[in-house]
């Protein structure tokens, strides 16, 4: 191995660009390349850094200049990237080269522009890119979990520009849809085949308001599924904008909301052809009406628009309010249990007088139970067969008069006889001794 003769590196640095060299805000070092008696690059020695270097690399001017790379840096001959060896190609070549690495032995990221003033020799200009790199690793990283969450969602997620073209959108949509990717990524919300004319309208006018800044309550729409089917899809969209306020597009999620339906119209198909009244009311110290069937007209004489948001409490009897609330309050507590997903169950059966909308108080009959946080009642009017009740008891009262006093009279004919019985024996006895 041999050290070629080091030239002056005035005579290689223009002697204009020396304070430029050292004004640099990145690190600049001149160096010469050594190589063994074969020609092979082994090993360089540092001639030249500005003061930019030794904050970079971490090294004293006067504890390098004049010395070999393999003694400053002991073990730099083992890092995964071959410095001496990239160096030497330039120093030896002349060819120009620019990468980014990662060094092993000072454990940093560095952006390194090498370039040959003369054979023999090799300037590098390094930057430490360490903070960026890891800022761009957890960027990465950002974008891989945005990415699994993204596509994972149980939502269907769309990405729309401005004008109104798919820009993105989640694997959800195909497993949902039936459609692929390529169905929808490029292609106008007007052109999109999953969407009907009349959905289209509706859809259009919603995003148009959007994108004009109004705010959309969530709505529902119909799509068409690959296989012809209705989906039923609640929309939920939000405008997307970039830092300086500037809109860049809108993000919109549906939910699959058909099976829900599909139930809702059954339940409501059947509670509105059924002569019980149904109620669904808030589970609270002040239950409101959510829900009432038609058959509220028959039972207390109200229309169901009526009764929604009332204070369902405000319909029952006072006396038979007060016998209800110890009841209330105990399952007001079981709610507590509930909010803790805790497995609880309420099933009550009531009776109790409600009011009718002509003032009238009426007989019926509840059947409560708590489903998701709320309360389900169906209730029958029992007047009648309160009536029939009272009327049977009555009726059962006047025969066990009635009983009672036959009763009495078949004891009073016994005695009777039984005191002729006596009074023919005394007779007789009379008329055995005359």
């Known amino acids: 191995m041999f050290v070629k003769n080091v030239m002056p590196e005035e005579e290689i640095i223009n002697e204009d660009n020396i304070d430029l060299f050292e004004a640099m805000l990145n690190g600049f070092a001149l160096h010469k390349i050594i190589v063994d008696e074969y020609g092979k690059p082994v090993d360089y020695v540092f001639l030249r850094v500005n003061k930019a270097f030794e904050d970079v690399v971490g090294v004293k001017k006067k504890d390098i200049i004049n010395k070999k790379v393999t003694d400053v840096l002991p073990g730099i001959e083992k890092d995964t990237f071959n410095w001496i060896k990239v160096y030497g190609e330039v120093a030896l070549n002349g060819k120009h080269k620019k990468f980014q690495q990662y060094s092993d032995k000072l454990r940093r990221w560095f952006r390194v522009s090498v370039y040959s003033p003369r054979k023999n020799y090799f300037a590098v200009i390094v930057e430490d890119i360490t903070e960026k790199k890891k800022a761009e690793d957890e960027l990465k990283k950002s974008e891989k979990r945005f990415k699994m969450i993204f596509n994972n969602s149980p939502e269907v997620i769309i990405f729309f520009s401005p004008k109104g073209m798919v820009q993105e959108i989640n694997e959800r949509a195909g497993e949902w849809l039936g459609y692929e990717k390529g169905d929808f990524v490029g292609k106008s919300l007007l052109n999109l085949s999953m969407i009907s004319e009349e959905t289209r309208k509706i859809v259009l006018e919603k995003f148009n308001a959007r994108i004009r800044g109004e705010k959309i309550a969530p709505y529902e729409i119909e799509l068409i599924a690959k296989d012809k089917s209705i989906k039923i899809g609640r929309i939920l969209g939000s405008q997307v904008k970039d830092e300086d306020g500037k809109v860049l597009g809108e993000l ?96 009550e059966v009531l009776q109790y007088r409600t009011r009718h909308k002509s003032g009238n108080w009426i007989e019926v009959e509840s059947t409560a139970n708590l489903v998701e946080n709320k309360m389900i009642f169906i209730t029958r009017d029992v007047s009648e067969r309160k009536k029939s009740e009272k009327a049977l008891r009555e009726k059962l009262e006047e025969l066990e008069k009635f009983q009672k006093i036959t009763t009495g009279r078949e004891l009073k004919m016994v005695e009777l006889k039984k005191e002729n019985e006596r009074l023919r024996e005394e007779i007789e006895k009379l008329n055995n001794k005359i």
């Open 252 to 347: 919109i999620l549906i939910s699959d909301v058909t099976e829900q339906r599909k139930t809702e119209e059954m339940y409501k198909l059947i509670t509105e052809n059924t002569s019980d009244q149904v109620v669904i009311t808030t589970f609270s110290t002040n239950p409101k009406y959510l829900y009432v069937s038609p058959s509220v007209k028959q039972i207390m004489g109200y229309e169901p628009e009526e009764l929604i948001g009332r204070n369902s409490l405000d319909f029952i009897h006072p006396d038979d309010l007060k016998k209800m609330i110890p009841l209330l309050v105990k399952h007001l507590k079981d709610k507590v249990l509930f909010l803790r997903n805790k497995d609880i169950k309420i099933k």
